[in-house]
């Protein structure tokens, strides 16, 4: 019974230590080795003009930074540090997102603490991966193709872009079922969603697949603004092309 209690006690002590409510956001963030004073933009979209917009700005004391707020739904957002050579990408979401820059390495820096964030960052590790093989051949052969146009040698030349145009259509072929088998299995993800919205820019999409796997969504993820943005493609992509011809009336049913 002790046991029973303790364990109810220290649950109830978890949940009321957590910082944020519901529809809000609490960013804390290390920036080890950055000076004190530098600032941090939280940069997101104007969901009109798409323009990048600064939603908030705070400064760097004793290499800790935190920026608190309220957001609606999970979207892509930009943490730009000033003097840094990029922006650090993530998803402002409901909850406590952790993030660790990397002032050496930009694109190092580390992000964790909600589920759409932990998603983010080993999807992007899965597609790294598969990747892989393009970065490989193009390091391994950089100073042969540099070689060969000095050269002026154009067989060696067509050689390596074959093999290049070869392994990058792979390496496309992959990633594609990558997305698809992603989506296929985590229907509460954020990035599925992103990823069905690209899936119907793109001409060669089976229209019918892309449908199932936007039904299959989470209700969270229907009512987003890419779920949103699906469902209005699926319509449009049903409904008949302009000047089509009618069936006939006898055919109507």
């Known amino acids: 019974m002790k046991k029973i209690f303790f364990l109810l006690t220290a649950s109830i002590a978890i949940i009321s230590c957590s910082k944020v409510k519901d529809g809000e956001y609490l960013i804390t963030g290390t920036a080890k080795g950055i000076e004190n004073g ?43 540090l000033q003097g840094a050579n990029g922006p650090i990408p993530f998803i402002l979401e409901t909850g406590e997102i952790n993030i660790a820059i990397d002032k050496d390495s930009i694109h190092k820096s580390k992000i964790s603490g909600t589920y759409n964030n932990d998603e983010y960052v080993k999807f992007n590790d899965e597609l790294t991966k598969t990747q892989k093989r393009l970065a490989d051949f193009q390091k391994n052969n950089t100073q042969k193709m540099q070689a060969a146009q000095q ?55 089976d229209a019918k697949k ?22 209005t493609k699926i319509g449009q992509a049903k409904m008949p092309a302009v000047g089509a011809t009618a069936p006939p009336a006898g055919d109507a049913k």
């Open 210 to 231: 892309a449908e199932a796997l936007y039904n299959s969504l989470d209700e969270s993820l229907k009512n987003t603004a890419p779920g949103k943005e699906i469902k």
């Open 38 to 80: 530098k600032t941090i933009i939280l940069q997101g979209q104007d969901p009109t003009t798409k323009m990048a917009v600064a939603l908030d700005t705070v400064k760097v004391e004793n290499g800790k930074f935190e920026i608190k707020g309220k957001v609606t739904e999970p979207a892509f957002h930009t943490l730009i």
């Open 151 to 205: 050269a002026q040698d154009t067989a060696t030349i067509n050689g390596l872009m074959k093999q290049y145009v070869t392994i990058q259509t792979e390496v496309q072929a992959d990633s594609k079922k990558k997305y698809v088998a992603y989506a296929e299995t985590h229907p509460k993800s954020f990035i599925s969603a992103l990823i069905i919205q690209g899936m119907l820019g793109d001409p060669s999409t």
